[in-house]
């Protein structure tokens, strides 16, 4: 059996659900380049280009907003909040 962190088995499932289905779209703080502050969307923006993972402004009801309006499209969003003060 392969050990991995938590990080990595999210970012393993994350790889996965792009590759079997084009529609999945991950975006969020700083997901796309840097990774996600957790580092969870490591390289998958070079991977799988920035039209399916990309950087969204700082503003949680833009980024949530997106989400309801690309699934209301026919598109799976995976939308990423960093953290919740």
């Known amino acids: 059996m392969t050990q991995m962190t938590l990080i990595q088995a999210i970012n393993c499932a994350l790889k996965d659900a792009l590759s ?8 969020g703080e700083d997901v796309g380049k840097n990774g996600g502050v957790f580092r969870a969307t ?3 923006q070079a991977q799988f280009g920035v039209k399916r993972v990309f950087d969204t402004p ?26 919740m003060g």
Not at 20 to 27: G, S
């Open 20 to 27: 079997a289905d084009k529609t999945v779209v991950i975006f």
């Open 42 to 44: 490591e390289n998958l």
């Open 58 to 83: 700082l503003a949680e009801s833009l980024i949530a907003g997106l989400a309801l309006g690309m699934s209301a499209h026919g598109l799976k969003p995976v939308a990423e909040f960093q953290l």
